[in-house]
Protein backbone atom coordinates (compact mmCIF):
# COMPACT_ATOMS: atom_id res chain seq x y z
CA UNK A 1 0.00 0.00 0.00
CA UNK A 2 2.69 2.23 0.51
CA UNK A 3 4.01 2.14 -3.09
CA UNK A 4 0.98 1.22 -4.34
CA UNK A 5 0.01 4.43 -5.97
CA UNK A 6 3.60 5.45 -7.41
CA UNK A 7 5.20 4.61 -10.58
CA UNK A 8 8.43 2.13 -10.16
CA UNK A 9 10.73 4.19 -11.95
CA UNK A 10 9.69 7.24 -9.48
CA UNK A 11 10.95 5.47 -6.42
CA UNK A 12 13.68 7.08 -4.79
CA UNK A 13 15.81 6.55 -1.44
CA UNK A 14 13.82 8.96 0.73
CA UNK A 15 10.47 6.68 -0.61
CA UNK A 16 11.98 3.35 1.10
CA UNK A 17 13.86 5.62 4.03
CA UNK A 18 10.04 6.45 4.64
CA UNK A 19 8.33 3.04 4.50
CA UNK A 20 10.57 1.96 6.84
CA UNK A 21 10.44 4.47 9.05
CA UNK A 22 6.66 3.93 8.86
CA UNK A 23 7.10 0.20 9.47
CA UNK A 24 9.17 0.90 12.74
CA UNK A 25 7.01 3.48 13.92
CA UNK A 26 4.17 0.70 13.96
CA UNK A 27 6.77 -1.37 16.13
CA UNK A 28 7.09 -4.20 14.10
CA UNK A 29 9.67 -6.93 14.63
CA UNK A 30 13.35 -5.95 12.96
CA UNK A 31 12.99 -9.14 11.26
CA UNK A 32 9.67 -8.76 9.68
CA UNK A 33 11.18 -5.21 8.31
CA UNK A 34 14.04 -6.72 6.99
CA UNK A 35 12.16 -8.95 5.12
CA UNK A 36 9.95 -6.17 3.76
CA UNK A 37 12.87 -4.43 2.95
CA UNK A 38 14.53 -7.19 1.09
CA UNK A 39 11.23 -8.23 -0.90
CA UNK A 40 11.45 -4.57 -2.10
CA UNK A 41 15.47 -5.10 -2.64
CA UNK A 42 14.39 -7.64 -5.21
CA UNK A 43 11.53 -6.72 -6.64
CA UNK A 44 13.36 -3.34 -7.90
CA UNK A 45 16.87 -5.42 -8.90
CA UNK A 46 14.51 -7.35 -11.05
CA UNK A 47 13.16 -4.27 -12.56
CA UNK A 48 16.66 -2.87 -13.16
CA UNK A 49 17.47 -6.51 -14.89
CA UNK A 50 14.67 -5.85 -17.21
CA UNK A 51 15.27 -2.39 -18.29
CA UNK A 52 11.96 -0.59 -16.64
CA UNK A 53 13.98 1.19 -13.81
CA UNK A 54 17.53 2.65 -12.84
CA UNK A 55 17.48 1.95 -9.34
CA UNK A 56 19.26 5.58 -8.15
CA UNK A 57 21.25 4.32 -5.46
CA UNK A 58 18.55 2.26 -3.80
CA UNK A 59 20.15 -1.39 -3.67
CA UNK A 60 22.56 -0.02 -1.81
CA UNK A 61 20.36 1.42 1.03
CA UNK A 62 21.33 -0.69 4.02
CA UNK A 63 18.67 -2.45 5.89
CA UNK A 64 17.49 -1.66 9.40
CA UNK A 65 19.91 -3.15 12.31
CA UNK A 66 18.28 -5.85 14.51
CA UNK A 67 17.50 -4.14 17.83
CA UNK A 68 17.29 -6.28 20.99
CA UNK A 69 13.84 -5.69 23.17
CA UNK A 70 14.46 -4.36 26.54
CA UNK A 71 14.01 -7.50 28.58
CA UNK A 72 10.61 -7.55 30.84
CA UNK A 73 10.99 -9.27 34.68
CA UNK A 74 8.32 -10.15 36.64
CA UNK A 75 7.23 -8.66 39.55
CA UNK A 76 6.08 -10.17 42.73
CA UNK A 77 2.64 -10.13 41.86
CA UNK A 78 3.08 -11.83 38.61
CA UNK A 79 5.11 -14.45 39.91
CA UNK A 80 2.71 -15.23 42.65
CA UNK A 81 -0.08 -15.46 39.74
CA UNK A 82 1.94 -17.97 37.72
CA UNK A 83 2.64 -19.86 40.46
CA UNK A 84 -1.03 -20.07 41.65
CA UNK A 85 -2.06 -21.05 38.03
CA UNK A 86 0.27 -23.94 37.76
CA UNK A 87 0.70 -25.39 41.22
CA UNK A 88 -2.14 -28.41 40.14
CA UNK A 89 -0.43 -28.72 37.06
CA UNK A 90 1.26 -32.38 36.01
CA UNK A 91 4.38 -30.28 35.60
CA UNK A 92 3.70 -27.43 37.53
CA UNK A 93 7.37 -28.06 40.09
CA UNK A 94 9.24 -27.98 36.55
CA UNK A 95 7.97 -24.25 35.81
CA UNK A 96 8.71 -23.25 39.82
CA UNK A 97 12.40 -24.93 39.29
CA UNK A 98 12.84 -23.21 36.22
CA UNK A 99 11.20 -19.64 37.42
CA UNK A 100 13.42 -19.74 40.58
CA UNK A 101 16.57 -21.34 38.96
CA UNK A 102 16.87 -19.25 35.69
CA UNK A 103 17.57 -22.27 33.93
CA UNK A 104 16.23 -22.51 30.32
CA UNK A 105 13.77 -25.02 29.60
CA UNK A 106 16.32 -27.57 27.49
CA UNK A 107 18.43 -27.65 30.98
CA UNK A 108 15.44 -28.31 32.98
CA UNK A 109 14.52 -31.21 30.94
CA UNK A 110 17.70 -32.68 30.43
CA UNK A 111 18.24 -33.16 34.56
CA UNK A 112 18.34 -36.57 35.90
CA UNK A 113 17.79 -36.51 39.31
CA UNK A 114 20.72 -38.79 39.90
CA UNK A 115 22.85 -35.77 39.34
CA UNK A 116 21.09 -33.21 41.39
CA UNK A 117 21.76 -32.80 44.79
CA UNK A 118 19.27 -30.28 46.95
CA UNK A 119 21.27 -30.57 50.13
CA UNK A 120 23.92 -28.61 49.37
CA UNK A 121 24.95 -25.04 50.65
CA UNK A 122 27.06 -22.54 48.10
CA UNK A 123 28.03 -19.05 49.32
CA UNK A 124 25.44 -19.21 52.34
CA UNK A 125 22.67 -20.38 51.01
CA UNK A 126 20.89 -23.72 51.95
CA UNK A 127 18.99 -26.38 49.81
CA UNK A 128 20.77 -24.60 46.40
CA UNK A 129 21.24 -27.20 43.37
CA UNK A 130 24.51 -28.36 42.86
CA UNK A 131 24.48 -30.13 39.37
CA UNK A 132 26.83 -32.65 38.89
CA UNK A 133 26.65 -34.03 34.96
CA UNK A 134 24.13 -32.92 31.92
CA UNK A 135 22.49 -34.87 29.68
CA UNK A 136 23.56 -33.81 26.01
CA UNK A 137 20.61 -34.47 23.95
CA UNK A 138 22.40 -34.16 20.37
CA UNK A 139 25.00 -36.73 20.91
CA UNK A 140 22.74 -38.95 24.11
CA UNK A 141 25.70 -38.81 26.54
CA UNK A 142 25.77 -37.13 30.09
CA UNK A 143 28.67 -35.34 30.59
CA UNK A 144 30.14 -33.07 33.33
CA UNK A 145 29.32 -29.53 32.96
CA UNK A 146 32.31 -27.19 31.82
CA UNK A 147 33.70 -25.56 35.15
CA UNK A 148 34.87 -22.02 34.62
CA UNK A 149 38.82 -21.56 35.13
CA UNK A 150 40.19 -19.81 38.49
CA UNK A 151 40.09 -15.80 37.21
CA UNK A 152 37.51 -16.10 34.69
Known amino acids: ???GDMKINNIEKSH???FIYELQSK???????????SIFKT???QAEIDDIVDHKGLLTLP????????PHFWDYTQMSFFLNAIKDLKHGDLWTLTLFTGMRAGEVAGLKWDCVFLDKSFGGYTGAIDIRRIFNQKTNIIQEPQK?????
Open 43 to 45: IMK
Open 27 to 37: KLSTSLIKHSV
Open 63 to 70: TPKHRNAD
Open 148 to 152: PMIGE
Open 1 to 3: PHF
Open 16 to 18: LRN
